[in-house]
């Protein structure tokens, strides 16, 4: 087999040496094709028919002239008469046969035709000579000798065609020869002989001169062919509207421009030609700057306003030099990046904005707080961080529904961005959090000034679908470098504000004090008591179905653990898994979580999967992969039944040990499942480790899609990135029959949400556990 692929592998090596050593790599050795060169010779020659007529006149005239007094005038008239017009007439034909295009071919039976003809003009222009001679005319034969070198050197004009100069030199020689001999008999030896030198020395350099005009004639024909090729690739590459061309003189005016540079600008090529490059792009580009160095330049982004909107190009050129160095201009490709431009803001966007509200997201936010310390830093000038949280926002959604929670999110984001204005900038955390910066925190009154408006603002009712609904909003809020100098240490401080804020009430808000120790101590009594209700029945566990999206069939579950602590009551794990992480519990708490998921699952069929979340600092621990496989091995389940899912939020610190413990994970045969995908941290860059199996979208993606077209594209962006990947797609918060149809067709393979049905205890999915739920509006 590897020999078989070594064999081709040399098999195209060689294939490559011969292309590269072949007419298509070396041009310069190509010939012109015949019918090419014919076309030239002619052409040349015709470029002489004016000179060949007048020499030949000239000549016969001469001759007239010395024989004058031993011939009869009316017969060398006549003669003359016959040389010049024959003279003339032939070089008309000649003209007219050379009258085509040089690239055209000449056939073969033109170069005789000519031969013939110059033939015909020799013999036509020697009879007279021959005839003086045979009728005894005293002719001295240094003249004779004269006027028949003149006539072969008048034949230089042949010498691009061999055969025509020959017969245009034998048949003067041979004439001249014969009327020498016939007037001196011996005594022409020595005339002959010198004739016979001219001629053989002009036949030679005629023949020389012949070959090298051949060579530049297939020079001429290669370059051109050159041309030829180039201008077929260029054309191509213009009318297949990959870029264009443009060239520019030592002035900066448009001497070329493709069709295509003109559609993009909303003008004609004519209306660009002679007018400033920088000027046709609008004049606020920089073009003009780059251009008066004089330089190279490559992929030079410009932003236009056209007639169709936004429009980005980008611009690379080279200087065109003269011979003596001088500028003469710029010659060089346009691209119209419009596209790419928009796909890598749409991406960013993704990455940076948050889907619901636009504002920005977490790894946004966080960014601009590093950027604002650093500031702060450096003016000496005080920055603050703002926490929000909504009071009351979860019983919105519990009684009207994530439709119209969704829609109070948006108006919140409108009123805190209204609020704040230039002061700072606004950001959804997740949820029903937020977070505002405020880069000039100098004045702590003003600060509070805004929070007090905030709070305002947020606590007007709201008006949704004419439901009217009141929230309130907490606020906390740290100031770097003075609390904190760092993001983690002013983001905690901010965090722990926020936190005594919404422990003192609604609407209320608080800065950091050092002396907060209300909040922390109540921490530590929630972590004493999560200590003891580990293992207990304190905490229970709940399974959402997971919906096969084609068989409409149960074919899982998602694990969602619970506390019910006996005094407190119901416990968020919003609030008791932060401090199971900071308090270290996480590990004892994730690994009962996994041994009882993995119990309940071996009660059902073998297909029902089980899905358990696990947090970020569990990944941080080695013996995560450990505890796995003992759970799965207690409970008696194949590793393919188990699906661990983790949040995007993984990928904000510790990274690379958490993907090498999700690789001993997927090593053991265990699902990887990415949740929440989209909702704020950059993961994207991650997708490519060959961890994942799965990619769950946020519901906040499944109720925009309803509403706004750019979700639908986001999801699409989404749904191909996964099958790129060959990853599983899950869409969560699937509430409506529309919500399914939409998310189906959008391409995700699997839902969950209140459709299928509210979490529930282990014994009620028994009774659902690999059933198919149907619903009279799917189709």
Known sequence: ????????????????????????????????????????????????????????????????????????????????????????????????????????????????????????????????????????????????????????????????????????????????????????????????????????????????????????IDRAAVLAAKRADIGHLLKEYEDRGAGWLWQIDRDLNLTYVSPRMGELL????????????????????????????RERFDRFEIELETAVGKRWMSLSGSPILRPDGSFAGYRGVGLDITDSKTSHERLEHLANADVLTSLPNRSRIRALLEKALEESKQRDVPCAILFLDLDGFKPVNDTFGHQKGDAVLKTVARRLADAVGTRGTVGRIGGDEFAVIVNDGQSRKGVEALADRLIAKVSDPYLIDNVQIRIGLSIGCAFGPIDGDTVDDLVRKADLALYHAKAQGRATFCHFDPQMQVEAEERVRLEHDMREAIGTTQFSLLYQPLVDARSQRVTGFEALLRWAHPTRGPISPAVFIPIAEESGLIGDLGEWVLRQACMDAANWPDEVTVAVNISPLQLVLPALPNSV???????????????????????????????????????????????????????????????????????????????????????????????????????????????????????????????????????????????????????
């Open 1 to 216: 087999m590897f020999n078989g692929f070594e064999k081709e592998n040399e098999t195209i090596a060689l294939r490559r040496d011969a292309d590269l050593r072949g007419p298509a790599h070396r041009i310069e050795a190509r010939h012109a094709p015949d019918g090419e060169v014919r076309t030239a010779q002619l052409h040349i020659l015709s470029g002489f028919a004016l000179y060949t007529t007048a020499t030949h006149t000239a000549c016969a005239a001469l001759f007239t002239v010395i024989a004058w007094s031993y011939i009869s005038p009316l017969f060398l008239l006549t003669w003359l008469a016959l040389v010049a017009g024959t003279s003339f007439l032939l070089g008309k034909r000649l003209e007219e046969r050379s009258a085509v295009r040089r690239g055209d071919s000449q056939p073969q039976r033109n170069i005789w035709l000519t031969t013939v003809e110059s033939a015909v003009r020799a013999l036509l222009w020697m009879t007279m000579p021959i005839y003086a001679a045979l009728a005894g005319a005293p002719f001295q034969n240094s003249l004779i000798d004269g006027l028949a070198a003149v006539m072969i050197v008048s034949g230089i004009a042949l010498a691009v065609i061999p055969v025509a100069v020959s017969v245009w030199i034998g048949v003067i020689a041979v004439g001249f020869i014969f009327s020498a001999w016939m007037a001196s008999g011996m005594d022409a030896i020595t005339s002959i002989a010198i004739f016979l030198a001219v001629a053989a020395a002009s036949l030679v350099g005629f023949m020389l001169l012949g070959f090298s005009w051949r060579r530049q």
């Open 266 to 293: 909303g003008r004609g090529t004519y209306q660009l030609l002679g007018q400033p490059l920088p000027a046709a792009l609008g004049g606020k580009t920089g073009i003009g700057s780059i251009l008066t160095l």
């Open 629 to 779: 496989a003992e759970a799965l091995k207690r409970a008696r389940i194949s590793p393919s039944r188990l699906e661990v899912e983790v949040t995007e939020s993984v990928f904000m610190s510790s990274a690379g040990n958490s993907i090498d413990v999700l690789k001993r994970l997927r090593g053991l045969g265990v699902g990887i499942a990415l949740d929440d995908f989209g909702t704020g941290y950059s993961s994207l860059g991650y997708l490519n480790k060959a961890v994942f199996h799965k990619l769950k979208i946020d519901h906040s993606f499944v109720r925009e899609a309803s509403k706004r077209e750019e979700t639908v594209s986001i999801i699409e962006a989404i749904v191909m990135l996964a099958n790129s990947f060959r990853l599983t797609i899950t869409a969560e918060g699937i509430e409506t029959a529309e919500d399914f149809n939409r998310m189906r067709d959008l391409g995700c393979h699997q839902m969950q949400g209140y459709l299928f049905g509210r979490p529930m205890p282990f014994d009620k999915t028994l009774e659902i556990v690999g059933t198919r739920w149907e619903h009279r509006l799917v189709g």
